[in-house]
């Protein structure tokens, strides 16, 4: 079975090309830069780049019709004909209630329409690309596998917040979670590299980034996550601003004499780790800053680490215990110092960290006689989404 698995963002496109029978990838491809003059190309086929150009890339449209060319091109003997694929996945964001891996059908794709605010850098697109797929493709299933659809079996109490049920019942507030494939992905590995049992088993999962959150797992449902309504929550990240008070939005927009969306705005795109260091999201800027002694670098990264902290500490509780703790992520997977001060918050509870093991990155970054294993994976959202995508197609 062939399968071709998505994922969009608000200026990219990226794809990969997947015979399902051995879960090998046979092409991939990403095109950066859409809807600019110069949109940077890249196309692989068996792991070796075939295929490297700019070119002008006004739209998502355009960006996957180049790309299922290329899959078709007879120069590369990739694919005879679109015929031959059997299934379309996308790692899709939201869609309220419809969260989960479903056939993309028109309720789906309007309810993706409803909900395109919680995620407008995101369903506009999916939703153009969705749409191409489906005129160009129309005997072949599209699988939209929602970021939510992990956590739709979180526990009622842990989901809602204390607005008026109205908001709840009418409007669907109530906190939906993300990072869902990556969370997925990371939480099996770790049962299977630990041989845990499949059905008891406590674990978090870190997956630290530019965007960033945290999962906890038990005996295979996620029954808590760090973001909540929107991915703007949580702990604070690249540019976002996370968990704040709600009633700082009307107190900043007087003194500021700014719109609303203009101080939503400045949450998503001039807050997180750009916002507190004045340098920008990105952690190895922010750790280049401090080893330069700039204060606010510091403070950036050391609010970072607490939330992570904080979460971890919430999820103790919840989890009644823990036996394992893993992390994934640019950060999370490259960031030794970062894991090293997050676990020896740990060492109280019997946690051992081997400092050799987490300096070099292994697999596992503990003692063998630590009473709590860490774990550093890298994730592959990708291979979920087709794996879900062969689950709905074939009705397991």
């Known amino acids: 079975m062939y399968v071709i698995v998505c994922n969009i963002g608000s200026s990219s496109f990226k794809f990969q090309l997947l015979d399902m029978a051995s879960e090998i990838q046979i092409a991939r491809g990403y095109i950066e830069r859409v809807g600019s003059d110069n949109a940077i190309i890249t196309y692989w086929h068996k792991n070796e780049a075939v295929l490297s150009d700019e070119l002008p890339m006004p739209t998502h449209r355009e960006a996957v019709q180049h790309s299922l060319d290329f899959l078709t091109d007879k120069a590369h003997h990739i694919l005879e004909s679109l015929d031959q694929i059997d299934g379309i996945g996308f790692k899709c964001i939201q869609a309220g209630e419809k969260n989960g891996s479903v056939l993309l059908s028109q309720d789906v794709l309007d309810a993706m329409e409803y909900y395109r605010e919680l995620a407008p850098a995101h369903n506009p697109p999916y939703l153009t690309a969705i749409y191409m797929f489906r005129d160009l493709l129309p005997k072949t299933s599209l699988v939209g596998v ?53 059905d008891n088993h406590k674990i978090i999962t870190c997956h630290l980034g530019g965007s960033s959150s945290l999962c906890a797992f038990k005996n295979g449902i996620s029954i808590d996550t760090s973001m909540g309504f929107t991915p703007q929550s949580g702990l604070i990240q690249g540019t976002r601003i996370g968990d704040m008070d709600p009633y700082v939005l009307p107190y900043i927009m007087d003194k500021k004499g700014i719109s609303l969306d203009d101080a939503l705005k400045e949450c998503s795109k001039n807050s997180g780790l750009a916002g507190l260091s004045g340098t920008s999201g990105d952690m190895r800027d922010i750790k280049e800053k401090i080893e330069q002694g700039d204060k606010r670098a510091l403070l950036a990264r050391n609010k970072f680490i607490y939330d992570i902290k904080r979460y971890i500490g919430e999820f103790l509780v919840m989890l009644e215990g823990l036996d394992a703790i893993t992390f994934t992520g640019g950060i999370g997977q490259r960031d030794a110092d970062l894991r090293k001060q997050v676990l020896s918050s740990l060492s109280f509870l019997g946690l051992r960290l081997d400092h050799a093991k987490n300096d070099a990155g292994d697999q596992i970054i503990t003692t063998e006689d630590s009473a709590i294993r860490a774990l550093v994976l890298e994730t592959n959202e990708e291979i979920v989404v087709a794996r879900e995508t062969v689950n709905v197609i074939t009705g397991k």
């Open 146 to 198: 929602f970021e939510p659809g992990f956590h739709i079996h979180t526990p009622d109490y842990a989901k809602v917040y204390g607005t008026p049920y109205e908001w709840i019942e009418k409007y669907g507030i109530k906190k939906y979670g993300y990072h869902g494939a990556s969370h997925r992905f990371v939480t099996w590995q770790t049962v299977k590299i630990l041989g845990l049992p499949k």
